[in-house]
């Protein structure tokens, strides 16, 4: 399925693309599974509040995203880790099996903004804590869907081009350091997408996500290696059940 | 045990805050923790019993999540019932007729600014019975120190979101350790684990609010 989703190239290879909050599927079941409970376990009122909650995400979700493409080189590295563009990635070989045989790399980020964030912090002032928790995780499943679009998007893009994509993985998974975000950071231009990235690696709106996807004539999205991993509640498990069920 | 008092200790283990909170549903229109401590108090009842009935609730609903019943959006619902008692108690704390557990001195480490999780853990220890003096995020060693020299008697709680931040954490306990060496300290924040807490040399590591809080009363002040 096409996605009805448009880019705009502001750089060179640098392409922002718009998502409406309509193109968002948020699974309700995810959000519960994700605050801990078993298949309709949750108590009718923080089922009820999450439909709510839910019901807020077109006005609170200030949905950004993005990406740059830049080429992946070939040449043998010495140790594990992958060359793009002119900048080495300290990238284990449960990444690097995936993406060595692309051409291109698509580095990406997305946020839903920072006012989900807010309205959770003031619930909490406000004394509701539990109101301010489901918040929280609405903002987290919400901003991961917002990547799982991004990533079938750039996949459609890459079809124009005869070109196929690989999983995405994301710097702090698969033991890629999370500090290699500020090498990420530096292939988009200051402030793209409002994320700001700290000196600790953290980007600010706390929603957001980013990554690389490899892109090429040979390479295939397919099921994350997660039984290489000893990581139990890894968003890639996540994906990849939600794969499963499509 | 007194029938208000007993009512008390439901409403805090149900979560049940006041007459028109709606939760839980089957308790929908009758008085909560919060009419019935007025009650309690107006009826002479002493906030010391009051007191030890939340105790009571706040231990089965941890007991439930501990067990898997529950999960944390009842504990949370638990914690603000207890606050709803506690806003009554303000003033027999105040006069020292009765005490907490004990301090809790709780900051997001120095580069860090994810503060959902440690507030959870907040509202709940305080829920607890314990006083928490929060410090807030990007709380840098310094800010810790001088707020444990104010607070000799405290226990300290340091949370991180990233393994980045970890680091700093890392650097935090060791420096609070070499000046303090019986602060007791514990961390927690999704990358920690009870290896990574061993390693940087602190003293506990728990995955939830819960934890925080049966860490605690190992230590509560006599
Ligand atoms: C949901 C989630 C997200 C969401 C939301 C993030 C957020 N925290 O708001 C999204 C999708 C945006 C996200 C993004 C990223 N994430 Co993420 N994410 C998670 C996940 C699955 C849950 C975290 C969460 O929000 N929990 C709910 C909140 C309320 O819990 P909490 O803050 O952890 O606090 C609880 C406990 O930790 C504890 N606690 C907290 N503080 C304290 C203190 C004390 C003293 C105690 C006792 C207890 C305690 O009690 C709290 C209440 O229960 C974790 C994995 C996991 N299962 O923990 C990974 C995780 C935090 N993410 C991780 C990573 C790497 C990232 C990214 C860097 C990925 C990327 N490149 O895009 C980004 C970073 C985002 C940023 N702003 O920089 C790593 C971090 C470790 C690392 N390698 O550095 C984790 C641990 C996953 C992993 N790889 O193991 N993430």
């Known amino acids: ?246 | 045990m007194n029938e208000l008092i007993e009512r008390i200790s439901i409403c805090v283990e149900r979560g049940k805050v006041n007459k028109t909170s709606p939760y839980p549903k089957d308790l929908a229109g009758q008085d909560g923790a919060d009419e019935l401590t007025r009650q309690a108090l107006d009826s002479n009842l002493g906030p010391d019993s009051i007191l030890q009935a939340c105790n009571v609730g706040m231990m089965k609903i941890g007991e439930r999540f501990g067990r898997n019943e529950v999960f944390v959006p009842e504990l949370l619902m638990a914690a603000k019932a207890m606050n709803a008692v506690m806003a009554h108690l303000k003033p027999f704390f105040k006069a020292g007729t009765v005490k907490a557990k004990g301090k809790f001195l709780l900051g997001t480490v120095a580069g860090d600014l994810h503060d959902i999780g440690k507030n959870l853990v907040s509202m709940v220890v305080e829920g607890n019975g314990w006083q928490v003096i929060d410090l807030g995020v990007d709380v840098k060693p310094g800010k810790f120190i001088e707020k444990i020299k104010e607070n000799p008697d405290c226990i300290v709680g340091l949370s991180a979101l990233l393994t980045t931040t970890m680091a700093s954490m890392s650097k935090t306990v060791k420096e609070i350790k070499e000046q303090f060496p019986n602060i007791k300290i514990i961390v927690g924040g999704a990358p920690l684990s009870h290896k990574a807490a061993e390693q940087m040399g602190a003293d506990g590591y728990a995955p939830d609010p819960q934890g925080a809080v049966e860490f605690l009363n190992e230590f509560i002040a006599a």
Request: aromatic share 8%; hydrophobic share 40%; charged share 25%.
């Open chain 1, 1 to 246: 399925m096409s996605l009805l989703l448009s880019q705009t190239e502001i750089e060179k290879n640098i392409f922002e693309v718009v998502i409406n909050f309509s193109n968002l599927q948020i699974d309700k079941k995810e959000i519960e599974s994700s605050l801990g409970y078993p298949e309709d376990m949750i108590p009718n009122h923080f089922s009820e509040l999450i439909d709510e909650i839910i019901s807020e995400l077109p006005d609170k979700c200030k949905i950004k995203a993005g990406y740059c493409l830049a080429e992946i080189n070939k040449q043998k590295e010495k140790k594990d880790g992958l060359t793009i563009a002119d900048k080495f990635f300290n990238m284990d070989r449960l990444v690097t099996a995936q993406i060595k045989k692309s051409e291109l790399a698509a580095l990406f980020v997305c946020t839903i903004g920072n006012v989900m964030e807010n309205w959770s912090r003031q619930l909490l002032t406000n004394g509701d804590p539990a109101t301010a928790f489901l918040v929280d995780t609405v903002a987290s499943i919400t901003v991961e869907s917002v990547t799982d679009l991004l990533h079938d998007f750039i996949g459609d893009e890459m079809k124009k081009r005869n070109l196929n994509i690989t999983n995405r993985y994301s710097p702090g998974y698969c033991n890629w350091p999370v500090s290699e975000q500020q090498l990420l950071f530096s292939f988009f231009p200051q402030n793209f997408c409002g994320i700001i990235l700290t000196d600790s690696s953290l980007m600010i709106p706390i929603k957001s996500v980013s990554g690389v996807i490899g892109i090429g004539a040979n390479v295939k999205r397919k099921d994350y290696v997660c039984d290489q991993c000893g990581m139990k509640d890894c968003t890639y498990r996540a994906v990849r059940s939600r794969l499963k069920s499509i």
